[in-house]
């Protein structure tokens, strides 16, 4: 059984602190990996994806990926308020169709002002 | 990306009923997908349609169950069958335009009473 697994939080940090977000994959030859915030009452919507081992930048946002470790993080810098969410992490089925992911059951985040 | 939309956006329904989720997107996609968001749970595929062919199920799911058409590349439909408290969910239409990176719709909140 091919999982994704996340701590489910809440994970409270202060207004302007780093949050830092993981998520471990049981399959290891997974090759593409997606973060995914999802607002209450919302439908998820795509943050960043990450392909190789690293770190990938985008504003706030950095996704770390350690294929070797099976594990896959998100850090925001400076958060704030608005990225109170669930942040959900997913994983390509290999070989599967395109489109197939493996979800988690996220991770809730508290920004507190 | 795309837009993607569908109707309805929350529906209460009663138990033995069906309900078809409708999801139109603003341009051509070659596949689209139906994801299910149980109550606390992660998104879990249903199935992938595909336009001129059968929708390909994912385990666990079946054709009786959830119909899919998929008459032409902008349009979908996901038909919830006889309807039990357990099919309470959000359903979500999404599409992968540009490799495996899956954007979805806003969703269809399902209430069976």
């Known amino acids: 059984q091919k999982e994704v697994e996340q701590n489910s939080g809440p994970l409270s940090v202060p207004e302007g602190a780093i949050a830092s977000l993981n998520c471990t994959y049981s399959d290891r030859v997974s090759q593409s990996f997606f973060w995914y915030r999802q607002y209450s009452g919302k439908s998820p919507e795509l943050i960043m994806s990450?392909?190789?081992?690293g770190d990938k930048e985008d504003g706030r946002f950095t996704a770390q990926l350690n294929k070797a470790s099976q594990y896959v993080s998100l850090l925001i810098r400076d958060s704030q308020p608005s990225d109170s969410a669930t942040y959900l992490c997913?994983?390509?089925?290999?070989?599967?169709?395109?489109?197939?992911?493996?979800f988690g059951k996220g991770t809730k985040l508290s920004v507190k002002p | 990306s795309a837009v993607i939309s569908q109707k309805p956006s929350r529906d209460i329904c009663q138990r033995g009923t069906s309900l078809t989720i409708q999801c139109q997107v603003d341009s051509q996609v070659t596949m689209m997908f139906w994801y299910r968001q149980q109550p606390g749970q992660s998104l879990t595929l249903i199935a992938t349609a595909n336009q001129g062919s059968e929708a390909t199920y994912e385990s666990g799911f079946v054709i009786d169950k959830f119909p899919i058409s998929r008459p032409n590349l902008t349009f979908s439909t996901l038909t919830v069958s006889n309807m039990s408290p357990e099919d309470s969910s959000i359903y979500l239409c999404?599409?992968?335009?540009?490799?495996?990176?899956?954007?979805f719709g806003e969703g269809s909140w399902l209430t069976v009473v």
């Open positions: 999404s599409v992968a335009p540009q490799g495996d990176t899956i954007y």
């Open positions: 990450i392909y190789s081992n």
């Open positions: 997913a994983v390509n089925v290999y070989g599967g169709s395109q489109g197939n992911l493996i």
